[in-house]
């Protein structure tokens, strides 16, 4: 089975610019979720996904805002980019409906996105 | 505050011999905690997890020891390989009430060095 893919693999944008980034989760994966990782730290949580519903949201400014499609694959959007934004994205998708695995997410590549 | 704590920035150890990657948390109220292992330029690869009815869970060669009392875990990976180089980051599930969704909180990693 394909894992979790993202586009673009790359991206670099001007200050002030908006991105979208795009996700599909792992087939029969009903959640997905997005995180944001800079140099030298863990990935930070930026929100979750499940059934098209938003089921969380980290500590991230209304610049930051996301969705989920009927098959479930999903964007991240960020409007109005600052230098601060460049980071690696991460998408990760899981099954809240499996037993006793629910809580397993299994991430993608990851988007490079740099601010200029 | 961070709430999962690796405070361990980097272990070198030879190959053959035993690696043991720790991580601390605050909160008593996770019950589900995460490794994964993660290569320069790629995300996060699932490695093991483990529930908090258990205190010890074992896949090949690596292994997940939990301690409630002290709010600590680690994994023991057996024989290291130099395959094994990578960063590790352990991470904890935090629910949001509802429907199996949470988030996961990650440590700052630590990077493991395998010398051959």
């Known amino acids: 089975d394909a894992g979790v893919t993202q586009s673009p693999t790359h991206l670099i944008k001007t200050r002030g610019q908006q991105v979208t980034l795009r996700c599909s989760p792992i087939?029969?994966?009903?959640?997905v979720s997005w995180y944001q990782q800079v140099l030298g730290q863990g990935p930070q949580f930026i929100f979750q996904?499940?059934?098209?519903?938003?089921?969380g949201r980290g500590n991230f400014p209304d610049r930051f805002s996301a969705r989920q499609f009927p098959n479930y694959s999903s964007e991240l959007n960020v409007n109005a980019l600052l230098l601060g934004d460049s980071a690696l994205y991460l998408c990760a998708s899981s099954r809240p409906d499996r037993g006793l695995t629910f809580y397993e997410q299994y991430f993608g590549p990851g988007t490079r996105l740099t601010v200029t | 505050d961070q709430q999962v704590k690796q405070n361990s920035p980097s272990l070198s150890v030879q190959e053959g011999r035993i690696s043991i990657l720790n991580c601390d948390y605050t909160n008593s109220m996770f019950d589900y905690f995460l490794w994964y292992k993660k290569y320069p330029a790629e995300g996060p690869t699932f490695l093991i997890s483990i529930s908090s009815i258990k205190d010890k869970n074992e896949d090949g060669r690596f292994t997940v020891f939990l301690n409630k009392s002290a709010k600590h875990l680690s994994l023991h990976i057996v024989p290291s390989q130099p395959g094994d180089s990578a960063v590790y980051f352990c991470a904890a599930f935090e629910d949001y009430g509802s429907g199996n969704t949470g988030k996961l909180i990650f440590g700052q990693g630590t990077t493991l060095q395998v010398k051959p």
């Open positions: 996904y499940y059934e098209k519903e938003e089921r």
């Open positions: 087939s029969g994966h009903k959640s």
